[in-house]
């Protein structure tokens, strides 16, 4: 029995053209704008005002930072905005007086490890008793 599995489920469906519905709602919603601009304010206002409402509707409509749809990048700055912010953490600055530790050469001496046979063997053993609890 094969079934077929829906791929690419995140794509929005293409209602018109190369555009989609949320596309087509902008584009209305921008030719709304504007008109209801010409009606209250006229030929003049609205040649003015008819670029950056283009501009903001088709950003709106066709800008997708992320692989999201702009609005959802606006809504979240809204909500970043309006909702409460919590601080589980606060640090209480102290006066501290600020030291420099100079460190000369002699400071740096690493001890220097001796591996005895015995060590060797010892270590052999375990790793060989590992491997054999593996298997």
Do not use: C
């Not at 102290?94 to 001496?109: G, L, R, S, Y």
């Amino acid at each position: 029995m094969l079934f077929n599995i829906p791929q690419f489920i995140d794509t929005e469906d293409k209602v018109v053209g190369p555009f989609t519905a949320k596309q087509i709602g902008w584009m209305v919603a921008a030719s709304a704008t504007l008109f209801m601009v010409y009606l209250f304010f006229g030929k003049t206002a609205t040649v003015i005002i008819a670029l950056p409402v283009l501009a903001i509707f088709g950003a709106l409509a066709f800008f997708r930072p992320y692989g999201q749809p702009l609005s959802y990048a606006i809504s979240s700055i809204f909500k970043f905005f309006i909702s409460p912010k919590m601080y589980v953490w606060r640090r209480i600055a102290q006066m501290k007086k600020a030291t420099k530790k100079v460190v000369t050469k002699h400071e740096h001496h690493l001890e220097k490890k001796i591996l005895t046979e015995d060590k060797i063997m010892e270590i052999s053993r375990l790793l060989d008793s590992e491997v054999k609890k593996q298997s």
